[in-house]
């Protein structure tokens, strides 16, 4: 059995014969945390560093098998990757109120990543990419980016995704919390035509929008 499968070609980006040259005004210190965790001579995972210019930023959602099951949320913002660990999923349902954990920023790379991170590397697992695509502001601020970065400092992040399987309004709340430790944020689907009480789509959706694998295919 192989090591480390991921779905990008040898010498592609995120590899080490392949990363994206660092340019200046590169995301460095936003990525600190993140390189710190991470020896990238096992782990597959992107280093970072790239710049991309996109008119439009994006998001991704990967279910990852490490310790305990649980979904990734990453919002682009600022060149990184806000983070969020939802150990449930996401929920379609607007009564029912996700807990996501904010995790280290991202690189943008990991965008693309899905296989496997050595189980004795930080969040040794399978990586599935569950949904992607593209977001936006949901607010009514009339500068839709400092929308984004107010709402993410105020902490009531609202948003529309455009993905493959997520789509609509949502909304991040920082709860508050006066002990140490990683902030808590309850991860909400507004009321929309895309809002569907009753559902668990965690459950409904089994493989990768990527490239159509399970969690046991992508770690076979």
Wanted: net charge positive.
């Amino acid at each position: 059995m192989s090591k480390r499968t991921t779905t990008r070609k040898k010498g592609g980006p995120g590899t080490r014969s392949g990363k994206p040259a660092k340019t200046a005004g590169a995301p460095e210190p936003e990525l600190t945390e993140y390189r710190r965790k991470r020896d990238f001579t096992r782990t597959a995972e992107p280093e970072g560093g790239g710049s991309r210019a996109r008119h439009r930023p994006q998001f991704v959602i990967q279910k990852h098998a490490a310790r305990n099951l649980h979904y990734d949320l990453r919002l682009e913002q600022d060149g990184v990757m806000k983070s969020w660990a939802v150990p449930k999923g996401p929920s379609v349902d607007p009564s029912v109120k996700r807990l996501a954990v904010q995790v280290e920023d991202h690189p943008i790379e990991y965008n693309e990543f899905e296989g496997i991170i050595p189980q004795d590397e930080y969040g040794g697992g399978t990586v599935m990419l569950w949904d992607r695509g593209t977001y936006s502001y949901g607010g009514t601020d009339p500068d839709p980016q400092e929308g984004l970065r107010r709402g993410y400092e105020k902490g009531d992040f609202k948003f529309i995704l455009n993905g493959k399987r997520l789509k609509g309004s949502w909304a991040l709340v920082r709860m508050r919390n006066d002990r140490p430790g990683k902030p808590q944020w309850l991860l909400i689907k507004q009321k929309d035509e895309y809002a569907a009480p009753g559902s668990d789509v965690a459950a409904e959706h089994q493989t990768s929008v990527a490239t159509g694998r399970t969690m046991e295919e992508i770690s076979g």
